[in-house]
């Protein structure tokens, strides 16, 4: 069971949210919050496992209660479901922990799907979103500028791997791909992480998209 806490500043969207959701036997409403601050009480007393929080809220705004959660609660993911995608919306969510950004109009099957590939560890970004992130956060460079010299502290096998990630590469198709087994992929990515101080896979896309990985 993936137990849930709403987070939207809107009556009308949390309540049309459980009703939907209720409907799926492998997810539970635990709680509903309204805004920033309610979110953090709640995450500390209930303990879900997914928040599926608004950004554009009043007292604390989203982004805010995202990164104090992620820091607090690493075990807890953040699925931002917002009706904005402006880019600068969508850079801070992922910069504060976020595990995905999703758009409220989309279809309830896919916010669904996306729930539980949330809930098993991979990252979720609304269709088009990493493409204009990655503009958005890049500026124009020359090939020798824009290789990150964080780089050069990754091993070849790991650039290999931030190369698939940053494609949209599942562990599994990693794994395939290199012929390596799906924990040697998941202990890749830790590294990764730790050696390049990212949080998760949607900031590892986003990075490994922005700046010049060195060819294979």
Do not use: W
Not at 110 to 126: F, M, P, T, W
Not at 140 to 167: F, H, I, N
């Amino acid at each position: 069971m993936i137990r849930l806490l709403l987070v939207d500043d809107q009556s009308l969207v949390r309540q049309g949210l459980k009703a939907m959701l209720n409907l799926e036997s492998d997810l539970e409403i635990v709680g509903m919050a309204e805004n920033g601050e309610e979110a953090i009480t709640q995450v500390e007393q209930l303990q879900p496992d997914i928040v599926l929080m608004d950004l554009r809220m009043p007292i604390m705004n989203g982004a805010t209660a995202t990164k104090t959660i992620c820091e607090k609660f690493p075990q807890i993911k953040v699925l931002v479901l917002s009706t904005y995608d402006d880019d600068r919306d969508v850079s801070e969510a992922i910069r504060a922990g976020a595990k995905g950004y999703l758009l409220k109009d989309m279809p309830s099957e896919e916010l669904v799907n996306a729930i539980r590939s949330i809930n098993r560890g991979y990252a979720q970004l609304a269709p088009g979103l990493l493409e204009r992130v990655v503009n958005h956060q890049s500026t124009p460079k020359t090939q020798s500028e824009s290789v990150s010299p964080a780089l050069t502290g990754l091993t070849p096998r790991e650039l290999d791997v931030a190369r698939l990630v940053a494609m949209g590469a599942k562990n599994q198709e990693i794994a395939q791909q290199l012929f390596i087994s799906e924990s040697t992929v998941k202990t890749h990515i830790n590294s990764i992480f730790n050696r390049l101080n990212l949080k998760n896979r949607a900031q590892l896309a986003i990075y490994a998209n922005s700046v010049c990985l060195p060819s294979s």
